[in-house]
């Protein structure tokens, strides 16, 4: 595709439009000292003293299309069908196209990729999670937050956000208001993702009211290496959370209804799971009551044939030092009595016309989604909540969903047409936010501000990448780079669907939990053997030995980007071995964790950051950059390493 100028005009000195030959610049932008933006007829080259990103652009304008400035932002090129115009922001460049309405005179898509040079990693949570994310090809998509176990190769998670960084010193980020298409293609065939490709179409689910345009804006911006771009970039979009997590819920394990027995759930299970902990010495946050415990799902309302007196059993926990939190969902099934006062209200999803839309979920074939965009029915279904916990005690809630794709299919919300589908993630994050630092969620899309627990999406009891155990440290690194610290690993040994974890995948699931944020069982280790129960013992004593510093680095969290759980390159970020090092993790700058996550492994390739570096079994020290091999790995092996002071 060849595209041209019409005609020059200098309008700033940073500004340079040239007409010529076709690998003539048809414009550049300079940001000095940070970058300088150079527009050819087929790639916009973003240059900085470090690195480069390429972006081919414009790949919906028509054969021939002809660019005339005009005089917007810090240069603008209007090709009649669509315009595109740059803007200097601090050390970023903002990249604005705007087309018609897609009818006359207008484009139906708009459309540019980014190569993918270096290593790139952010975007959407994956249940491949790769690290970085040229690992995993991915058909194009609607990029918003989705329940990614039902359509895997497809969809992304509900921990997700339009931005990335790369070792390039890049990092991109593409403003809400665009209706995103994600795709991220192997051109080539060898398995390896070769752009990131940013397409805008006013197609479901995205809306668009009558004659509003079509619009793609991202921002470029750089910084020295993969580490000093995300420091400089991410509070330019982002917020940092407003405080820390309940200190408990950090120190302490919570122990779980849900993998253990799943639905089967009664009164006097739940206390006999939570007395069965402390009969075999292990500390606790709470117990946590999951699903099927509503006479209906939506209800909000114990079923008295299972639980008899939830006020009297919330009671008799904390007695026994148990504080009590609740599984919550945001639907309410038909053949509920408060369905049809909801309805009546006006409170669930709607289509355009004002009549409620059905929707269907794991739990219920037909259910109304309440719509959190409406103030009236967020203060009705928080009240309720509220009013459950006077009356029952519970400390406070687990809130389960909340992704777009549960919306039925034609909706509307009360907010701005530009935010959707994406905002309803947002506004479920902002209501249940309210009921305090104990809370749990599994979503999140721009809500890092909220401080509250951000839990990883149900595991497989697997090994392996497809959301086993070797998904667990790509995930935590994911959720931190986005700006989610306070990460819930769900549930050790994944989540039993089917099979139960065998004896070495759950003991290697506790151990790779024990440095980060929060632990959680719910399979119990007892029903394995002494061994299992004295080395999950040992992962508590452990996490609880080093919480001191793990709500430090909660409270930093609050005012620096900084994860609390660290990639390797945070301290090596140039480094290739450090940046392809998908499973360990730093918690801070002076601790290395690097879990055995490997069936029958008896040695373990860790990539030592710059310093010397304590092996804490053996007292080994062992200077870094490198990449030191551990052997003699037994069951009983929990591999980290401190960081010696210089």
Known sequence: ???SLAWVTLALAAVVMVEGAEHDPLLVVSNPP????TLDAHTLHFLHSKGEAKVRWGLTLP???QGTPCGEGDSCLDFGVAKVVVTTEDHCQRVAWTSGSGGEGGLAALKDCVLLEGHWFGGGQQVEQPWPLEQQPRQETAFVTA???SRSSLWYGGVSEAYWVSSQGVAVRVEEQTPLFLSVPDNNGDSTADELCFAARHEDPFMAGPGSPLTLTYHLCSGDDVRKVHEATFSKFFSLPEAAVDSRMIRDPIWSTWAEYHKAINGTKVLEFARAASEHGFNNSQVEIDDDWETCYGEAVFNPERFPDPRGLVDQLHSEGFRVTLWIHPFINDDCPAFTLADKLGYFIKDSSGATQLTHWWDGRKAGLLDFTNTEAVAWWTQRLHDLK???GIDSFKFDAGETTWMPGNFTLQADE???????TFKYVEAVAQFGDMVETRVGRGSQRFPIFVRMLDKYSTWGYYNGLKTLVPSLLHFGLLGYPFVLPDMIGGNAYGLRPGKELFVRWAQANAFMPALQFSILPWNYD?????LCREVTRLHTQYTPLLLNLAQEATTSVAPMMRPTWWLCPTLEECLTADQQFLVGDDLLV????TAGAATLDVVLPPGEWQQASTGLVAAGPATLTVTNITLDSIVYFTRKAA
């Open 1 to 3: 595709m060849w595209r």
């Open 34 to 37: 940070h970058n300088t933006l």
């Open 63 to 65: 054969e021939g299309a």
């Open 147 to 149: 329940d990614m176990l």
């Open 390 to 392: 006077y009356q029952t």
């Open 418 to 424: 530009r935010l959707w589908p994406n905002l309803y």
């Open 530 to 534: 002494k061994e299992v129960t004295e």
């Open 594 to 597: 690097a879990p055995v996550v």
